[in-house]
Nanobody, 124 residues
Framework: QVQLVESGGGLSQAGGSLRLSCAAS????????MGWFRQAPGKEREFAAAITWGDGVTYSADSVKGRFTISRDVARNTVYLQMNSLKPEDTAVYYC?????????????????WGQGTQVTVSP
């Protein structure tokens, strides 16, 4: 099992920045890639960004490309999401996810473990 704990959410004004962290524990050696998803009120959960654990290859959704950056610290078993130029439409609960088999995915089904989520609210 892998446990994921997100932190760093909160309130920001439009144009501001926040950095989310996701600390993994347990069988972290089984992680091949990690991702961030988000779910706005009344909407389905959507992919934001993902990163391969070994070589750090990243993928981002078009909606966040150029504004959000995913990174990882393998020694700390932690993945980050640096969010800049925040917009009110970025308001959502952000979830960290880990994939316990090879490859990387942009879909929820592609991930094995999930964190509890952290709220990000962006005011106009």
């Amino acid at each position: 099992q892998v446990q994921l704990v997100e932190s760093g959410g909160g309130l920001s004004q439009a144009g501001g920045s926040l950095r989310l962290s996701c600390a993994a524990s347990g069988r972290t050696f089984s992680i091949y890639s990690m991702g961030w998803f988000r779910q706005a009120p009344g909407k389905e959960r959507e992919f934001a960004a993902a990163i391969t654990w070994g070589d750090g290859v990243t993928y981002s959704a078009d909606s966040v490309k150029g504004r959000f950056t995913i990174s990882r610290d393998v020694a700390r078993n932690t993945v980050y999401l640096q969010m800049n130029s925040l917009k009110p439409e970025d308001t959502a609960v952000y979830y960290c996810a880990a994939r316990a088999y090879s490859g990387i995915s942009r879909t929820e089904r592609g991930y094995t473990y999930w964190g509890q989520g952290t709220q990000v609210t962006v005011s106009p």
